[in-house]
């Protein structure tokens, strides 16, 4: 793991980056707020050459209208980044959802992860929707080892002695680098081999699988390992509930996840939950995993 922190206008303009790989900046809150410290906070990361993210406070209100006051005001470049901060009461987890899909679409090409404490995760959170990854923030157990059975991105374990403490479940600064900027083939030598080989789902499999589990008995796994990769896609587009997703069964609640898929991608017809190449590969893309046919 590595470590990191994350700043606001609360913070020093110029924080103490010594022995960190990377830094969240608030940038804006609600849908006027700006942090004054941004700019100063911003170029200091930068000098420091640590990976730089940037965070929004979500409010209640227009979500849509908050996103873009989020990427106008934030002063984010390509590789930085984006992160949405749930810890109002107020927001709902369907806004905290909305948020994260609105600021995806402005902003495709960056990395958008979700923050919230281990009570909204545990008891306001019903969608498993994170986006890009999970910030999950607990101080009552030891760095790295959140209380959740959630996979994590970043976990924030203190908020002493003056900034907030955080660790990142990456191998190296490099290795962040490379996911913030959608580069995983770099090393930390700058060697291009693959980090991992990207996993895959049998088209015909899958299809044998839609046909078949949702009429045999309860619990049935026609082709497990495919169903487990497909589910999880669909878990994190907040189509799938926390108690389906990876079980690997290809039953009447995935087949309706999945035609939810088909009619949310725009392709795929008839929205009947039978996976068809161009929906599947439209999910593989996404969630990182081929298709093969």
């Not at 606001?8 to 410290?37: M, R």
């Not at 994170?130 to 996979?151: E, F, R």
């Not at 955080?166 to 060697?191: H, L, Y």
Request: aromatic content about 8%; charged content about 20%.
């Amino acid at each position: 793991m590595i470590h990191g922190i994350d700043v606001s206008g609360y913070n020093a303009a110029t924080p103490d980056l010594t022995g960190q790989d990377f830094c969240f900046i608030k940038a804006t809150e609600g849908g006027s707020y700006v942090n004054p410290k941004q700019s100063t906070q911003t170029a200091a990361a930068r000098k420091a050459g640590v990976v730089v993210g940037f965070y929004h406070f979500a409010r209640p209100g227009d979500m849509q209208a908050q996103a873009q006051h989020f990427v106008d005001k934030c002063e984010s470049t390509d590789g930085d980044v984006l992160a949405i901060d749930w810890e109002d009461s107020s927001v709902s987890c369907a806004d905290k959802d909305l948020l994260l899909k609105a600021v995806k679409k402005l902003r495709p090409t960056h990395r958008v992860i979700v923050y919230c404490n281990t009570g909204f995760w545990l008891h306001r959170d019903s969608s498993s929707f994170v986006q890009d990854g999970l910030w999950i923030a607990d101080y009552s157990h030891p760095a790295g080892h959140p209380p959740i059975s959630a996979k994590w991105l970043i976990h924030q374990y203190a908020d002493h002695p003056t900034t907030d403490q955080d660790v990142a479940q990456f191998a190296s600064r490099a290795a962040m680098k490379a996911w913030a900027t959608g580069d995983t083939t770099k090393t930390d030598g700058g060697s291009k081999t693959p980090t991992k080989t990207e996993p895959t789902v049998d088209l015909s499999k899958l299809i044998a699988a839609a046909k078949t589990d949702p009429k045999a008995k309860q619990g049935h796994q026609t082709y497990a390992a495919g169903v487990k990769l497909v589910e999880a896609a669909l878990r994190a587009e907040g189509l799938l509930g926390k108690e389906y997703a990876g079980d690997g069964s290809y039953g009447t609640t995935t087949l309706k996840a999945y035609a939810k898929w088909q009619e949310k991608c725009g392709v795929g017809g008839p929205y009947d939950g039978i996976p068809g190449i161009k929906s599947l590969t439209a999910l593989g893309k996404k969630h990182g995993f081929k298709v093969v046919a």
